[in-house]
């Protein structure tokens, strides 16, 4: 019997969890089980949850008792989309007490119906002609307000900083001054411009937004219009809008996630969804080439276990499917590239907004300083020893530090 399976963690003080576990795997499939007539019991056993193992942990902590369940859910109960899947696993359940929804492993049978990541870490590496060390990518900051001619300056003067990857800001819209078919225009212009002068190739990751109806639309017009990769707010959209537009074949360009609105869900130890399901598999399996999250060391920070977590799920390769380029963000700057590279290794997208355009020496010098602290550490020197002779660098290191 083809099923997927989803690992809760429960809280209770005093609960008999094997039957806790038991009123769940029967409550969300066929609701009730010993007073159904014999007769339509048969009918029903295909359809009914199954509860696979119960792992209590006693807790000495007053609240903190809890049990680790797995349960089966038979595939025959739902459509092959993550709304279904989602809805079934953790819809009414999740709001029913202290109760957090840690993994799923999906049949195969489910599975067949995700292609995942169209480019992955492999092809986005292809894209940019950049292998064996980490990507760089920076951030519009700001844009709101900016007409063309100034967002085109911007976007020069990161390109002359040599990174490989410019991404719009998560909160830049559809708006009169910088339209996206205009905005890829101008960005994508310059870009050429750029790569004329340095012959690097790179990626501008658009946001891609507006009304779920019209995006499929918007994102082939955007393509129409020169767009090479995508932006996306997945979460506020919901992951079949993402599996949507990355199993599209028209919509040939790699498509970057954004976290957005995920400290709504990953963070309580009660409740919600493990990050590493959230911004890990589930990205991963709805088809995202690159998965943004916070950085266990920068200005809005996750717990360094949960954002290696998040690596894992992102980059094993017992998945048969591309994987996807971890992106720690939020607050990062070049002292803080080595812990990037220690922790993340070399696939990994180094991605900074304030740590490129805050740089004392300009934007352009703040994506100098950041390849030449990519170097340093590919070299296995310290940023300090590099400093010495490289003054973006020692700018960088002089204004934020290394951090340890
Ligand atoms: C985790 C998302 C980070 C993000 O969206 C962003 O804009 C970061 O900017 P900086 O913190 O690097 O300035
Ligand atoms: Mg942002």
Known sequence: KAHC???????????????????????MTVGSWTELPEAQKADMAKHLGQVLSVVPVESDIPGERYADITIAYPDVNYSRDLPALLV??????????????MDIEWSDAFKQAFPG??????GVRKLVDVHDRPLLMSIFKSV??????????????QALGGVHIIKDDEILFENPLTPIERRVKACIETADA?????????????????????????????????????????LAYGFDVLHALSSDPDISVPIAAHPAMAGSMYPSPHHGIAAQLLLGKLMRLAGADLVLFPSPYGSVTMPAEDTFAIRDALTRQDMALQRS?????????????????????????????GGIHGHPLGTAAGGRAFVQA?????????????????????????AWGVKQ
Do not use: W
């Open 325 to 353: 380029f971890p992106v720690p963000s939020a607050g990062i700057h070049p002292g803080i590239v080595p812990l990037i590279i220690r922790d993340f290794g070399t696939d990994v997208i180094v991605n900074a907004g």
């Open 194 to 234: 750029v790569s004329e002068q340095t012959g690097r190739k790179l990626l501008y990751a658009v946001n891609l937004t507006g009304p779920t109806f019209k995006l499929r639309d918007q994102a082939l017009r955007a393509i129409e219009a020169g767009a090479n990769a995508f932006l996306f707010n997945v």
């Open 374 to 398: 990519i170097d340093a550490v590919m070299q296995g020197k310290t940023l300090e020893s590099c400093a010495a002779d490289q003054e973006e660098l020692r700018a960088a290191i002089q």
């Open 5 to 27: 399976t989803a690992t809760y963690r429960i809280y209770d003080d005093r609960a008999d969890f094997a039957s806790k576990a038991e009123g769940i795997a029967v409550g």
């Open 88 to 101: 079934t696993m953790f819809g009414k359940l999740s709001m029913d007490g202290r109760i957090r929804l």
């Open 144 to 157: 709101i307000g900016y007409d063309l001619p100034a967002l085109a300056e911007q976007f020069r003067q």
């Open 117 to 122: 990541p169209k480019f992955g870490l492999d």
